[in-house]
T-cell receptor, first 116, second 112 residues
Framework: DSGVTQTPKHLITATGQRVTLRCSPR?????VYWYQQSLDQGLQFLIQ???????AKGNILERFSAQQFPDLHSELNLSSLELGDSALYFC???????????????FGPGTRLTVL | KNQVEQSPQSLIILEGKNCTLQ??????????LRWYKQDTGRGPVSLTI?????NTKSNGRYTATLDADTKQSSLHITASQLSDSASYIC???????????FGTGTRLKVLA
């Protein structure tokens, strides 16, 4: 158990809908990262927040957005869902900002999203 | 183009045997390289993290090496166990950014 929690575990929805994935980082961790893992593309970095502020963006679509709240939990919002958005979405957390440092990222168990 | 390539794509070995997984990258500038172990359907778990100046780092039966000149890394697993069956993912971070480039992984299966 990494100490990172994600809800829900599974989510099934229809195309065009909007969903929200939630992540609670490990106690004391200030950084939260979101990743997408699909069968054909492997793991992809989406976005990072540090202490409530957006720190970095990866391959995140404009239909997707995220935020980190004062209690440090984070939410990933996916809208206008398409079939291709079906994937495992992982959240990870680390203590520091992840600048040039070799901070360890601890991954949650993931949310499996199925878009029908 | 920043890329991370891993080989082999998949590997089957007998329990107790050693194996080596390869990671070649074209990421520049380089910040650090990480190896993760990912069991099916679960989140990745960090094995090692190496910076430019580190040549080798161990974590139990896992030993990672890094050659920054040739831009190659390897993960050596000693005395494999059934629980080593998983995907192993190499990740390189681009220096000066928060961008991570992921390899597609090597799927290892250890047989009894």
């Amino acid at each position: 158990d990494s100490g990172v929690t994600q809800t829900p575990k599974h989510l099934i929805t229809a195309t065009g809908q909007r969903v929200t994935l939630r992540c609670s980082p490990r106690s004391g961790d200030l950084s939260v990262y979101w990743y997408q893992q699909s069968l054909d593309q492997g793991l992809q970095f989406l976005i990072q927040y540090y202490n409530g502020e957006e720190r970095a963006k990866g391959n995140i679509l404009e239909r997707f957005s995220a935020q980190q709240f004062p209690d440090l939990h984070s939410e990933l919002n996916l809208s206008s869902l398409e079939l291709g958005d079906s994937a495992l979405y992982f959240c990870a957390s680390s203590v520091v900002s992840g600048g040039g440092s070799t901070d360890t990222q601890y991954f949650g168990p993931g949310t499996r999203l199925t878009v029908l | 183009k920043n890329q991370v390539e891993q080989s082999p794509q998949s590997l089957i070995i007998l329990e107790g045997k050693n194996c080596t997984l390869q990671c070649n990258y074209t990421v520049s500038p380089f910040s650090n390289l990480r190896w993760y172990k990912q069991d099916t359907g679960r989140g990745p778990v960090s094995l090692t993290i190496m910076t430019f100046s580190e040549n080798t780092k161990s974590n139990g039966r896992y030993t990672a090496t890094l050659d920054a000149d040739t831009k190659q890394s390897s993960l050596h697993i000693t005395a494999s166990q059934l629980s080593d069956s998983a995907s192993y993912i190499c990740v390189v971070r681009v220096s000066g950014t928060y961008k991570y480039i992921f390899g597609t992984g090597t799927r290892l299966k250890v047989l009894a």
